[in-house]
């Protein structure tokens, strides 16, 4: 059985293949890029399961990912970083990754989780849901749509109002017409009061 790992760190690459092997006798077929991890799906997968980062050349945000989720369907993706931002969650659950597994797991317990996740569990352990890491968009107005919240989670990111419609591939028009209604749904005022406003709700 065969997973991916797209991760430009080698030092993660060569530990998880090492500790997959012996732990349970999974291959790991290693990328470090998204490139690299779209030809390894195109000539070995589907996977059974892909772990991919979110900082690596190729990715300058989790949009930039939806290639690899969509390459890999209809088998399992999971989100795999060490900084990942309320967008950052946001954007993947949407994009269909089914969680997130931080840099900080010890490495048997991210082979639990992709074993349980290739053996079809639906019952992930909380610390890979995404819900676990934010508590948004629970606690977001109602009004705001799915697009609201990813503008809004850019915004806190620090993105520019160009790069959020770069990003999402909006017009800037749409984007600063979305902001002045997102701000007053959310009861405030300022670029730094939104992003406030995000950060509280992130665990």
Known sequence: MQILLADDHQLIRDVMIAYMHASHGIEVVPASTRDEALKEIKTNGPFACALVDLRM????????LLPVVEANAPNPVLLFSG???????????RLGMIGFIQKTMPAKDVARVVVDVINGSNDLPPMVSFTSHMKAP???????SEEDCL??????D??????????????????????????KAIGVSSRLAAANFVNAQVM
């Not at 900084?83 to 659950?93: I, V």
């Not at 629970?138 to 705001?144: F, G, K, R, V």
């Not at 160009?162 to 909006?170: K, Q, V, W």
């Open 138 to 144: 629970c606690h977001m107005p109602d009004m705001l």
């Open 83 to 93: 900084a990942a931002t309320f967008s950052d969650l946001f954007a993947a659950q």
């Open 158 to 183: 620090g993105a520019r109002n160009s790069e959020i419609a770069n990003g999402l591939g909006l017009t800037r028009s749409r984007v600063e017409n979305r902001l002045r209604k997102i701000y």
């Open 57 to 64: 050349p190729g990715v300058r945000s989790a949009f930039d």
């Open 151 to 156: 503008i809004l989670g850019m915004v806190a």
